[in-house]
């Protein structure tokens, strides 16, 4: 295990095999990964660990992989299937948690909360201004949602009941005309070679100036550099993004310091009844695979 994960997860692993933890607070290094799986039959990483063909080679008993993320994009899954390495994810657990993630930066961008916090504590709240600090309506306003899978859906199921008009987006449809018609755009796509760097500055030039980008899915959609120009240039009116590219950003990069740019730290499924159900279903995962008759 890459780390030690919440709940009591864990000692459902141990009572069955043995088990080492990576003891840091940080992602082991690439060489102190490959050190400590050489010799394992099972890994359960995370989406911070890069699982590329050339550390499953140096794990010649590896025979499954479990990945505590709903998504694969830090394996090489082709690689694993070569060898006939089973990779497990933990989707579903996450969804309603990183939909309600999604609303909260949404909302947080459309109504500027973290600019009228920073001027409360600041003491420039002098007193009820008819022209201060004046936001977006989400009601009434229209969400494109780029990518219609589980989170992208429960998204739009509660865009819905906030009144809003909402257009899902899938392969096929016509990502620039949609771009074009709306308020918010929130990104719920895998990250792909297709995906990658699917709103970059073309993307970006068709959306409104007013327009408000969140992203919780995975950095690399979103052209960094790009959005950052968008946002000084006032091209997009702001932008929430739970993911970045890199991640995390350097704490001088100009985006952290731009009034219309929201970053949070990849929480997308930081509660703690979620974590802990991830840590269920990474440890079943890893559990059903080994039980399986080896190569």
């Not at 073309?202 to 408000?212: F, G, N, V, Y």
């Not at 100009?254 to 991830?278: C, D, F, Q, Y």
Request: with cysteine.
């Amino acid at each position: 295990m890459t780390r030690a994960l919440p709940g009591g997860a864990l000692d459902r692993l141990r009572g069955a095999h043995e088990v080492e933890v990576w003891p840091g607070d940080l992602p082991p290094t690439r060489e102190e990964l490959v050190a400590g799986a050489r010799d394992a039959e099972g890994l359960l990483c995370l989406l911070t660990d890069a699982i590329d063909a050339d550390v499953i080679a140096a794990c010649p008993r590896l025979r499954a992989i479990s990945n505590y993320a709903v998504g694969s994009d830090n394996i090489d899954r082709a690689a694993a299937a070569e060898r006939g390495i089973t990779v497990g994810v933990t989707p579903d657990v996450l969804t309603d948690t990183t939909a309600e993630l999604t609303f909260a930066l949404m909302l947080a961008a459309a109504r500027r909360l973290p600019e009228a916090v920073r001027d409360v504590r600041a003491g420039r709240w002098r007193t009820w201004e008819p022209g201060g600090w004046l936001g977006q309506d989400l009601h009434g306003a229209r969400l494109c949602v780029v990518g219609m899978g589980r989170i992208g859906r429960a998204v739009a199921r509660r865009a819905e009941a906030f009144g809003m008009d909402v257009a899902g987006i899938g392969r096929g449809d016509s990502l620039h005309d949609a771009l074009e018609r709306a308020d918010f755009v929130s990104i719920h796509c895998p990250l792909t070679d297709e995906t990658r760097g699917l709103i970059g500055a073309a993307e970006l030039s068709h959306m409104k100036p007013t327009a408000i980008l969140v992203n919780t899915a995975r950095g690399p959609i979103v052209d960094t550099k790009e959005l950052t120009k968008a946002l000084i240039d006032g091209r997009l009116g702001a932008a929430a993004l739970d993911v970045t590219d890199p991640e995390p950003l350097p704490a001088d990069h100009l985006l952290l310091k731009l009034p219309n740019a929201l970053v949070v730290p990849h929480i997308g499924s930081a509660t703690h009844r979620t974590r802990e159900r991830m840590a269920d279903l990474a440890v079943d995962n890893l559990l059903a695979a080994l039980t399986r008759p080896g190569p």
